[in-house]
């Protein structure tokens, strides 16, 4: 009799485990139709904007809505591009990002909250220069279809926030008057579903 009730038991684990465990999808961003900016303002009146053109972002969900996503990112800090390759140099250098010692930046998420319809808090840990930092952005999910181009189901995301190059020890030599010590950052993408995990 105990046996019977053993085997029961654990049938009955096994049909509400297979009822309650949901896939996790992983979404990889598509790097042509994907943007990595930052906006510093300059002499205290212009802003001046770069992007990261080799950049990867992950995107791991079991939901439908992601609002169980986790982000993680890595970008190639010698992709920096401001379309000025003089400026270029210069922010690859030991002055600002020193890519030769630290060649590359990221992120990974730990926490997400619901902010309206479709919008979220994204927190995670951002390591730039050398220094990791807790950071909280703005995460719009803008919605998924099919590219009729490719016939693959596409989703994207829409991130936007602030943080300050002190935190993170860049251009220490550059007072805020020259180059502000604010950095505003963006980014938007179209994901497709690369595996199942």
């Known amino acids: 009799m105990k046996k019977i009730s053993l085997l029961l038991s654990l049938a009955a684990l096994l049909v509400f485990s297979a009822f309650t465990t949901e896939k996790s999808e992983v979404w990889t961003n598509d790097p042509p139709h994907s943007q990595l900016f930052f906006t510093v303002t300059h002499l205290g009146f212009n802003d001046v904007s770069g992007t990261f053109d ?6 791991t969900s079991s939901k439908a809505d992601f609002s169980d996503a986790v982000f993680t990112l890595n970008a190639k800090v010698a992709s920096i591009n401001t379309r000025v390759e003089m400026r270029n140099n210069h922010l690859k250098s030991a002055d600002f ?20 319809e479709n919008k979220y808090k994204l927190t995670g840990d951002l390591t730039i220069h050398g220094v990791t930092k807790p950071v909280t952005v703005d995460l719009v999910y ?5 590219n009729p181009m490719t016939q693959k189901l596409t989703t994207a995301f829409q991130i936007s926030g602030t943080l300050k190059r002190s935190d993170f020890g860049i251009g220490g ?21 690369s595996e199942e995990k």
């Open 54 to 59: 080799d950049f990867t972002v992950n995107v």
């Open 97 to 116: 990002f020193d890519a030769e010692k630290y060649p590359e930046l990221s992120f990974k998420s730990n926490g997400i909250t619901p902010a309206g």
């Open 142 to 146: 803008a919605g998924q279809t099919t």
């Open 173 to 193: 030599k550059f007072p805020d008057a020259v180059v502000s010590d604010l950095v505003r950052i963006s980014a938007s993408g179209e994901f497709l579903q």
